[in-house]
């Protein structure tokens, strides 16, 4: 989850929170790719979650990345909970899922040198004190009780908060995982168009790769559990946001979208306060209650955006949010899949052709679809593996047409990033679908195989 923000100075006009997000817009040539995922950290012989502090923790992994390969603390009252080096930033979700949020680079090529990089320093650290990580969307075997709790204030008030509007929100924060990418938009109609098409193809994003058929140490009768939690986690902030479809849409419409959800906090002099359910309307007439008189910061405003949860969202950029976290190599996939798809206009084009017909109803159990059967999903006469396919041929054709070499010019372009995705098309089998295999098969029910057979 995010840090922070620095968006600026106070807000003394309404018209400023739209133009925060306008000022995100880039000419083509300075779009860049930011890819962020998390993953599992767990103890190598007792299999069980890593602690905040001790000899075999977090607080150790971050520690070494600190001291051995130069990355710069990042504290919060007195506890380091977060480093930052080359524009990149590790940070930790609730339950210590460790994130990298990468920097913002050109291609696919650089993202995943860039996460290459990151996990093998991590496992540098992690081996020297008996530590494992492992990507999954959500927590295999370990309970709600079992998961440590980090040391950050936004955390506590979240969780205090999730069992008053959903059922699953603390499952979220602390027992799943994802792999996101951050892209750019060059102006209003075109954030417009890549964000119908990021939330109409979501699903086929989610289904890809479905990797959470695990939960509380069994099968739960989804490819995707972790897109199971986010449809019952707080229905104000989450979901597919069928306005974003309706004529005149732009960032006003945003804005409103926005303010209307319920606010999380106000951060002041590294202090979380409490602003659970109020208002971010009654905080710009000053008449927050956990602020009474105060007006918000352009920064506040950064932060209120971040706490707005659907399946794909804009800030001054735009992330795709609908991926379960994976294996190493399928990491590069996810930005390569969307990078395709968004920055070469007549993918771009193509995807929306693709979708633009589809109604609310189909977009909604679609995403209901990826979450329970994956790649196997049919909605009416939407295939979802022959809708992936298609996808996946206009994302490989755009990153045909970027043309951006890799390898010292030794690979012409980026398309094999997608050959993960392509073998799951060509088998029908997606992550999920193969732990299913495994543990039906050589495990013989013994879940506890996923930690050894699938760690970094």
Known sequence: MSIPQSGGGPIERHEQLAEYLSSGCKPREEWRIGTEH???????????????????????????????????????????????????????????????????LVSIHETCDEVNAHLKDVKDIADKIGVKFIGLGAA??????????MPKGRYKLMTDYMDKVGTMGKSMMYRTCTVQVNLDFGSESDMVQKLRVALALQPVATALFANSPFFDGKVNGHKSWRSRVWRDLDADRTGMLPFVFEEGFGFERWVEYALDVPMYFVYRDGVYIDALGQSFRDFLEGKLPALPGETPTLSDWADHLTTAFPEARIKKFMEMRGADGGPWRRLCALPAFWTGLMYDQSALD???????????????????????????????????????????????????????????????????????????????????????????????GDLTRVYSEFSY
């Open 140 to 149: 295999p075997i370990w309970s709600h009780d079992e998961m440590p709790v």
């Open 350 to 444: 193509a995807a929306w052709d693709l979708v633009k017909g589809w109604t609310t109803e189909q977009r909604d159990a679609l995403r209901v679809g990826a979450s329970e059967q994956g790649l196997q999903a049919v909605v009416g006469d939407l295939n979802m593996h022959e809708l992936a396919q298609e996808v996946v041929a206009i994302s490989e054709a755009g990153l045909k047409a970027r043309a951006i070499p890799g390898a010292g010019g030794m690979i012409p372009d980026e398309t094999h990033f997608l050959n993960a995705l392509k073998e799951s098309l060509e088998s029908g089998k997606t992550p999920a679908d193969e732990l299913l295999d495994r543990y039906h098969g050589d495990w013989n």
């Open 38 to 104: 998390e993953k599992f950290g767990f103890c190598q012989d007792s299999l069980k979650p890593l602690p905040y502090e001790g000899t075999r923790s977090i607080l150790a992994v971050l520690e070494g990345l600190r001291d051995i390969h130069g990355w710069a603390p990042v504290s919060e009252a007195g506890k380091l909970i977060g480093l930052e080096k080359d524009g990149a930033n590790v940070s930790l979700e609730p339950g210590g899922q460790l994130e990298l949020s990468g920097a913002p």
